[in-house]
Nanobody
């Protein structure tokens, strides 16, 4: 069983920044062998892909809506994945979830069903 705990959300004005963190734990679980990702969901909307990073950290993937503004990274020594969010817009308001990809040593996809473990989420609210 994998536990994912997100933090770093909050209320920010448009144009501001937040750094989200997701700490992973559990046994048996080797963080460095799994791709990690961030999704978000606004009430009444479908959960959408935001960003992902490969198990090696060598490749990153972004939704078009956040490309150039958000940066995903990971620290395998700390079992933590980060999402740096810059130039935030009101439409970025959502609950942000981190997730573990369902298979080890695999490049991630944007399909939410392919992700096996989810955190409880952290709220990001951007005011105009």
């Amino acid at each position: 069983q994998v536990q994912l705990v997100e933090s770093g959300g909050g209320l920010v004005q448009a144009g501001g920044s937040l750094r989200l963190s997701c700490a992973a734990s559990g046994r048996p679980f080797t963080f460095s062998s799994y791709s990690m990702g961030w999704f978000r969901q606004d009430p009444g909307k479908e959960r959408e892909f935001v960003a992902a990073i490969s198990w090696s950290g060598g490749r990153t993937y972004y939704a078009d809506s956040v490309k150039g503004r958000f940066t995903i990274s990971r620290d395998n020594a700390k079992n933590t994945v980060y999402l740096q969010t810059n130039s935030l817009k009101p439409e970025d308001t959502a609950v942000y979830y981190c997730a573990t990809y369902g298979s080890r040593w695999r490049e991630p996809t944007q399909v939410s069903d392919a992700w096996s473990d989810w955190g409880q989420g952290t709220q990001v609210t951007v005011s105009s």
